[in-house]
């Protein structure tokens, strides 16, 4: 009679192995389908959302950027208008979005703003969102409808003293660059210019023209177009020197106002969590997107200045000007200066 052979009865040591192995191949599984998932992204059409409605800075410098930017990824780039509360609405969507990079956020200097002025952002803009790159930046003009009786930022001031509380500001949103650079004339002036928010730039241009409000400040991108064609009269450029497109026109500091340099700046960020190589494409597809002769002829016609840094570039740059932007939100809440944004 043939002795049966027994097998080893498992010791705790090799039981403990064996589901510590097991363990381990179920935690790599995920993060071998999010590797292999990054490495071939984009597999499908990727959504752009641009926090205000059509017409205003940001959708301009989205629509100017986003035909070259699906040429360099191979799938359609949707541009997905999602406005409201300036643009927190669009900024919240896209950070509840699966970090997938098939849902990105292309929004102004006020995405970093917004947290510090406003109580009803629910998002920190520095951990929340994966910065990709700055894609550029541009000035600013100060703005009045062409019949208007102001010729200079200096007839504008002396018209805010002679009527205290009867001239307003239109700006496109609530803590967006424009909205800085008007708060910051009103105290460096010493007026009291009520300020309008809109729920983008694009309804504040038409108002703005139709003479429901006295003047605005807003990017070149969407403001320069009105001017040239004579149905907006720019009365300054908020940036350092004057702008070449319109070299006639004066810049906030040489109307008295030294050191005022106010420009409106642009990105592109992803929810937080999304892979580094999925951010790495789109970081080099708008690289490259910047050099394509026809969004170069486009920017350039706007003043626009492409920057196109780095991911870790952007992210050093973002932290820095929400320190500037804490120190004059600051101010600003300590006037007073507040208003509940348009939704």
């Known amino acids: 009679m043939n002795a049966r052979k027994l097998e080893p009865r498992p010791t705790r040591r090799r039981v403990l192995r064996a589901a510590l192995t097991a363990a381990v191949a179920a935690a790599a599984l995920p993060l071998w389908h999010t590797a292999h998932a990054a490495s071939t992204w984009p597999t499908q059409p990727i959504r752009m959302v641009v926090p205000f409605p059509p017409g205003g800075s940001v959708d301009t410098v989205a629509r100017t950027l986003g035909q070259a930017l699906q040429e360099e990824l191979g799938q359609p780039v949707i541009i997905e208008n999602k406005p409201g509360a300036s643009s927190v609405l669009g900024a919240r969507y896209v950070k509840q979005a699966e970090p997938d990079g098939y849902t990105l956020l292309l929004n102004a200097s006020l995405q970093v703003a917004n947290p510090l002025l406003l109580d009803t952002v629910t998002y920190d803009a520095l951990k929340d969102f994966a910065p990709i790159t700055e894609i550029g930046a541009q000035p600013q003009l100060v703005l009045v409808r062409k019949d208007s009786p102001y010729q200079s930022l200096k007839d504008l001031v002396a018209g805010a003293k002679a009527k205290p509380g009867e001239l307003t500001w239109a700006i496109a949103a609530y803590g967006a660059a424009g909205h800085l650079a008007c708060e910051l004339v009103n105290e460096q002036a010493g007026v009291k210019m009520e300020v309008i928010p809109y729920r983008g730039g694009g309804p504040a241009l038409v108002d703005l023209m139709g003479g429901q409000v006295t003047a605005m400040t807003e990017p070149m991108a969407s403001a320069f177009p009105h001017v040239k064609d004579g149905k907006l009269r720019a009365l300054a450029v908020t940036s350092s020197q004057r702008v070449a497109a319109i070299p006639d026109i004066p810049t906030v500091a040489e109307a008295g106002y030294a050191g005022f340099d106010m ?40 003043s626009f200045i492409p920057v196109g840094s780095s991911p870790t570039e952007f992210a050093a740059f973002q932290a820095n000007e929400y320190k500037t932007y804490e120190t004059v939100i600051k101010a600003i809440k300590a006037r007073g200066a507040n208003a509940a944004p348009r939704t």
Do not use: E, H, M
């Open 263 to 302: 420009p409106s700046w642009y990105g592109i960020w992803a929810p937080a969590g999304t892979p580094q190589a999925v951010i790495d494409k789109v970081y080099a597809a708008t690289r490259q997107a910047l050099q394509n002769p026809a969004v170069k002829a486009r920017f350039d016609a706007l």
